[in-house]
């Protein structure tokens, strides 16, 4: 059986979520973080040495890259091809790729630099803040236009790309920047509806 190693709170939640779309079934260990500094504490880095999460093992294989379990998941345990294009599909199975690489390539950094200055007293280094300033409403408004007027990241269905999206809509919602796109809050709400996620936020204790 698939275990999840889950880090409250974060990533890892959406790992649940994409473990509950597709009904699988799945043993989960919740690890908390530290209560003052809110990394994760040695409990994780024993079980994988970056100490950071999701971490997967299914079977005698270990991940620990949130968008390469989402494509572990899917090739080994979606055979209808529910959550992805037909790799016979080049152009779609391309978009798909570029859209599950860009959570963690692109989106990431600039609100980890938010949430970083948040903690942070002021004041701030200014070129960290200016670059953050930017770069936010950048993705946001990238992310924004794509979807258009969409339901789902690439169209009516939800797709492997929607659980690392889905990730960084709630971190840019938690960090108070995503009131300005009220489309991307709506698509997040649509996620969150669904009857998989909210499984997942109870199994998860979120
Ligand atoms: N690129 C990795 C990032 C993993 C990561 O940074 N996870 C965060 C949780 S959202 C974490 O474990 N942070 C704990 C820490 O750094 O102390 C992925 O996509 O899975």
Do not use: C
């Amino acid at each position: 059986m698939i275990l999840v190693h889950h880090l409250r709170i974060g990533r890892s939640l959406f790992t649940v979520w994409l473990l509950e779309e597709l009904g699988l079934e799945y043993e989960l260990k919740i690890y908390l973080r530290h209560p003052k500094t809110g990394r994760a504490q040695e409990d994780l880095r024993q079980a994988h040495p970056l100490g950071k999460s999701p971490v997967i093992e299914d079977g005698d294989l270990m991940l620990s890259e949130s968008g390469a379990i989402t494509s572990h998941l899917l090739d080994n345990y979606d055979p209808d091809g529910t959550f992805a294009p037909p790799a016979s599909d080049r152009n779609a199975r391309a978009i798909y790729g570029q859209w599950l690489h860009y959570s963690e390539g692109s989106a990431f950094a600039p609100l980890l630099l938010k949430l970083i200055l948040a903690r942070e007293a002021k004041p701030h280094p200014p070129m960290v803040s200016g670059f953050a300033a930017q770069e936010v409403p950048l993705q946001l408004g990238y992310i924004q236009d794509f979807l258009d007027d969409k339901p789902y990241i690439l169209g009516d269905k939800l797709q492997g790309p929607d659980f690392g999206i889905g990730f960084i809509l709630q971190l840019a919602q938690r960090l108070g920047e995503l009131a300005p796109y009220p489309a991307l809050e709506a698509y997040l709400a649509r996620m969150t509806a669904r009857p998989a996620f909210q499984r997942a936020r109870e199994r998860a204790g979120e």
